[in-house]
Each structure stands twice: as C-alpha cells, then as structure tokens.
C-alpha cells in the first residue's frame, strides 16, 4: 500500500491567517493527489482534485500544489467555517489511501 | 441533483451478518464507482473498496479483503456493504461515495479524480 503522511497532526491558527498542509506519499503519486475537509459529525467534503484543481464551489482562498511524493493544501485567508479536519488521498493505485488527518484549530 | 443516502444506523452482536445501503439519484449510476470509507468515531478514513455498477467490478483495500463485501445494484441504482459475520471492532462510521469523473479541456479524454458525493454515514455498533 502507499502510505500518506500529512503534518503537522493538529494546527491552531486565528481568522485570517495563511496557513499550509503537507501531504507526503510513501512512492510516486505523479498528481493524482485529493484534498478533503471535514467538520465533526458530517461527511467529508471534496476540495481539490488532481493535486491543484479546485472542485466546484469550493472557495479560491483553498489551493493545492506538489507532484511525485510533496504536496502541499493552503488556504490564503482562513474563514471560521475553515476550522475543520483535512485529509489527502492517493487515487494513484488501489488501496486508495488516505492520510491521518490534520485537525486545523481556532487559535 | 446527486444525492446519496444511506440506510439508518445498526446495533448489532459479534458473529451477526448486516448488509448497509447507499440509494443514489440524480447521475447515470452504472457509469461511476462507488467507494466505502470506514471511519472509526475520533479516528481518521480508511478506504475499504470500490464497486463499477455497471459490471459489479469491485476492488477491495488487503485490510478489509475476505472481511466486507461491495456490491451494486444497478437497477435499483443502490450500491452495498456487507458483513457475513461482525466483530467489535468493526464498530465504526461508513460512508459510501461517488467517485468523480472530468473531462480533461485539451484532449477531452475522461479522468477519474476523487470522491465528490458522500453519503451521511451510517454508524455501525456491534457489541461483543
């Protein structure tokens, strides 16, 4: 299986801040990386696609960069509905694994 | 609009068996895979395996192979999970979800990319 590391686990950060979240593939991945935000007791919700296109609807402070093994999710300016957990995802090859998540908090 | 919605929530014992759905609406069922995530409560999402509609391919994750079986119904448009005999650790939040499909602008080939629509999760208890 791939493994995705992500850091840092938890994050405090306040309104308006940039801040940025490392996903690291175990091998290659070339952009076939996925970005997922959730906020307790909901499903996840699909953010970034591709390693840097943005899913409809999803705000243009969200970002994402990286290919092979590095990636990185910014967001320019965060928004209280931003505090939430994140997760990547490979969909490079089956098991599509997901990293542990990277709880983002109110500073 | 796409929508997923899943079967209401099971308590259930060690050795019992349990299907869970996930009914769709709204897109073309047959032609995009759905997956199942498990996600046990305060922990984060583990994929478990797919299902193509249309032909009932599946692809399941070695950790949950020969534990959980996938399955569609394309004609009822409803994908499945199933467990022919439960354990306590299998307690735990599943969600089913549409695995997305775009159309690169240059070449307009078809690309899958992540999962775009989510079911609301289906909580799973099974005591011992």
């Known amino acids: 299986d791939i493994q995705m590391t992500q850091s840092p686990s938890s994050l405090s950060a306040s309104v308006g801040d940039r801040v940025t979240i490392t996903c690291r593939a175990s091998q290659s991945i070339s952009s076939y990386l996925n970005w997922y935000q959730q906020k307790p007791g909901k499903a996840p919700k699909f953010v970034i696609y591709?390693?840097?296109s943005l899913q409809s609807g999803v705000p243009s402070r969200f970002s994402g960069s990286g290919s092979g093994t590095d990636f990185t999710l910014t967001i320019s300016s965060l928004q209280p509905e931003d505090f939430a957990t994140y997760y990547c995802?490979?969909?490079?090859?089956?098991?599509?694994?997901f990293g542990q998540g990277t709880k983002l908090e109110i500073k | 609009e796409v929508a997923l919605v899943q079967s209401g929530p099971e308590t259930k014992r060690s050795g019992e068996s349990l299907r869970i759905s996930c009914q769709t609406s709204g897109y073309i069922f047959s032609n995009y895979w759905i997956a199942w995530v498990r996600q046990v409560p305060g922990k984060g999402l583990e994929w478990m395996g797919v299902?193509?509609?249309?032909?009932?391919?599946?692809r399941y994750s070695p950790a949950f192979q020969g534990r959980v079986t996938v399955s569609a119904d394309k004609f009822m448009k409803t994908a499945y999970l199933q467990w022919d005999s439960l354990e306590a650790s299998d307690t735990a939040i599943y969600f089913c979800?549409?695995?997305?499909?775009?159309?690169?602008?240059?070449?307009?080939?078809?690309?899958?990319?992540?999962?775009?629509?989510w079911g609301q999760g289906t909580l799973v208890s099974v005591s011992s």
């Open positions: 591709a390693a840097s």
């Open positions: 995802q490979q969909s490079y090859r089956t098991p599509y694994t």
């Open positions: 979800a549409r695995r997305g499909v775009r159309a690169d602008p240059d070449t307009g080939r078809y690309f899958q990319i992540g999962l775009d629509y």
């Open positions: 299902v193509y509609p249309d032909d009932s391919h599946t």
